[in-house]
């Protein structure tokens, strides 16, 4: 099976050497080259355009945003026009519900294939193998995709076989991360503001019910108060809390507490605090209980 | 050591048995003394006032509420005027920050200790002993409890020598989890209303970043949408949303979560359904996205 | 001064007579043709496109939304292939702040004018030439706009030499009537439930620090129930708030209101109940404080 | 008819003249007595405690909060032991709910009357005479105040038999006020942030549909960025809208917009801005878009 990549980011470039590695004939497109030079030193081959990295049986995109997945497949050079009918563009990145619908309405234009995979995991987990795969799409296709699902991730949770419930999912959860970020953040700022000592705090609540690397993960870095370098940033988290609530309108679900992180998010940003950490709103709630240090320090 | 244990509801006569099994001399008391019966057969002494079961060296109280703790401290044969000089109250009780500082005061001035310890666990942790003790108060007395606590409890967090901070700390836990409940209860409702299967995401959820038992327990009982009977209310979860949000006033740390939280409790309150499991927040929300079952139903 | 008028909608239909009164040559054109019948006899010109009542100086564009201003104009036998350069297009619509500087550029990259201009008022205001009128674009084609705008309405404020100020300004401003609404919702709510009579307490409020139109409008529907027919629809209130919220992230502003008022009128959309009037937010607390009338009556 | 009046800070110094103006024999009380000095010279008589002013027929009380009430009614030499059988305490201070229940109840239990009837107004209305009463209380006590009424404002609204109701009435109103205040302060930040002058932008608002005198004050001082010196605190605004919470938490009225609102003020609070005008608001969502000047500022 030949395989393209598309996207050498901070996920694309730890994802990609997994296929490699598992001895996939595999061409890859980044728009800066250099980012490439590691994989083809290892035997991938470097595409000039999306399209050429599309002209196998698979074709994986993992890139930022909407903007540059819609470039990426619609754009000249791009993968909709290159893609052989009956090949399958797998797309990996955190993009709209909207979007993907109008990927799984073109591709079946085109005769090709398409199925939905975003992924739970930060760059490291990436670079271990050990992703969470959200999947959706036709159930033969998902079958074709199992050994690349496999080589990249560490279990893969199907969501039948429109391409955007998988989407969807991704979305909700990255909510859910972000609903838990917030409610430690108020709890952080108000038990610190009364002497409490935070990794006390953490401890206990790691320990008992919040055991979840999520309450780990991120009550450490308020604990800590070390908001940089981000893993994910607070930008990213309105963006991905931004789409949730896009999906929720067009399906006419209220979503409060999204609607309120949302606002939190670009209160950082317009602090200038939006490349920090997406914890960084255990700051922000510091500071709105009287914390006179500036969002925008790390 | 003489101890005396006031207070046996869902959590209480779920917790006294422990110590009599310990071969403590136990005194109880409770308002409906038929709720003593049992651990009068197995060697406990019922007290026929709080007072009377304040004698010894420790007197427990484990109630409902503020108001409750008030009466059977302050009020008539209460705990105030029979406790010894020196002797220890330890309040379990789940009660505001502002009362633990006036228990603290009144100890102190009528020469008795005082401990806070309120508890995470449901009755049925409570009955294994396996509650999450959360204690603070004078290091010595601490000590002295030491032996009661590892009886009723898995495990004991230590915040300090100011009773009032344990309080806080379990009304900021107890505000954590009902955050939980909010964001599972709009994400159910979002992803349920575009027709994903509930208990496939839960699984996803709680088998990846989500793996606590906060979100096993509540996201299971939205996935199955099983409010009734209830294992803590939306009443109660009112309640203890309510004090985080009173200490926070007095400490001047802003909490839109709190607040929002706070808010959707009180319209299931209004709607008849304060007596629903507080996970019926998930109702709600698939109430607020359209669906046309009553609240109040179970 | 030839005049093109596209859209005789609820507000269209009502602005357009004013034009042929004042005896301007005029051009008109709306998708059914049926509702240009009056005009036509009162002297106005039918024009089968959007584009052929673009071909004299100038050209007023009153639609429903976005998505409608955007066929018209860019679409084929638009305006924008149609309108003579030097030629103005005035576009009267509420529509995003980002379209309307899409706008602005369209026109400008074609040598043509383009001035923003949405209105304050309802189609009785309309009818009546007493709208408000928020205008802005560049100092010159104002000017010559000048006597459009004292035929269309009773007073125009200047804001400048971007159009697409006049349309943040508008959305602003349903944005604070909106919001009004909702704390009118919330006050009737409350004092309603305590049995206070909503009419006295109307009364109160209107005629002491409350007395500007838009508390007597609203609170007289809410006090009324009376959200049926509808003024200003809830959808379209979700729409208009939605556009402020979406200037607002461009320019990074939290509005906290915002977002929490169109939560509100998603919860009446998901209810079935988005063509109420928008007033119908005073149904939405009455139910949220425990009344169980359904929400999708009139 | 004997008047005694308790309570000379800045509402009341301004309102008890106009008694003496209207030749009522004047028993005054204030515990700074040097406040009554001018009273004094104009002919009214100062007692020495609040019980000292009731043992007319009517005493009335105009004091800051709840807290100040209850010790000059309830507390050592206050009314309630002194005010005979059948005379009146009319209560015009902005207290909670509550209070004026257990004021209503007590003052039954004495034999004495209670009337409740706080005030809308600023000082300077009240000097003038020109206050809005909401009164309520048993209608033939309400005849009799009625020539006081006249005395100190300019129009007085009944709200039925049970004093309470007029509290309630009065908190929803600064409910209402503090609600147009943060909605101002959004808009403001909005437009302002886009470049728009701010008071082009408040006269369109007030010529328009906001023609009432609260957007006037408040988006004058919004506009002005006027926050000192206040002529109501933010820390007041913060419990006016905490009582009127409370009130609709006792009601089971959800009220989401008072929820944001009463965080807001406290964020205020937090950062030192207790003390400005609560139009402060405004600098708020100034400071949330990005402004990096300290709230703490006048």
């Not at 990145?93 to 979007?99: C, D, G, W």
Request: overall charge negative; glycine content about 10%; hydrophobic content about 45%.
């Amino acid at each position: 099976m030949k395989i393209g990549f598309v996207g050498l980011g901070s996920m694309g470039s730890a994802m990609a050497p997994h296929l490699v590695a598992a001895g996939k004939p595999l061409s890859v497109h980044n728009r800066t080259k250099a980012k490439a030079d590691k994989l083809v030193a290892d035997g991938a081959v470097f595409a000039e355009t999306p399209g050429d990295a599309a002209r196998g049986e698979v074709v994986i995109t993992m890139l930022s945003d909407d903007a540059a997945v819609e470039e990426t497949v619609f754009g000249k050079d791009g993968i909709l026009e290159a893609l052989p009918k009956g090949s399958t563009h797998i797309s990996m990145s955190t993009i709209s519900v909207a979007l993907s619908e109008r990927l799984a309405a073109a591709h079946a234009e085109a005769g090709q294939e398409f199925v939905s995979a975003p992924v739970f995991g930060r760059p490291d987990a990436a670079a271990a193998g050990k992703l969470f795969i959200v999947a959706a799409g036709p159930a033969e296709v998902l079958d074709l995709c199992q050994s690349i699902f496999e080589t990249l991730g560490q279990r893969t949770f199907f969501f039948g076989e429109e391409p955007a419930k998988a989407n969807l999912v991704k979305l909700s959860g990255n909510f859910l991360i972000a609903s838990t970020i917030e409610s430690l953040a108020e709890a952080f700022a108000l038990v610190g503001k009364a002497g409490i000592d935070p990794h006390a705090y953490l401890e206990l609540l790691t320990e008992t019910l919040f055991s979840a690397p999520v309450y780990k993960t991120y009550g450490g870095l308020i604990a800590d108060e070390r908001y940089t370098p981000p893993g994910f940033t607070a930008k990213l988290g309105h963006k991905d809390v931004g789409l949730a609530l896009d999906a929720a309108e067009d399906l006419q679900v209220p979503m409060g507490m999204a609607s309120l992180i949302s606002e939190r998010f670009l209160t950082l940003m317009a602090a200038g605090a939006g490349d920090l950490d997406w914890s960084a709103l255990g700051k922000l709630a510091k500071r709105d209980a009287g914390d006179d240090k500036p969002l925008s320090d790390g």
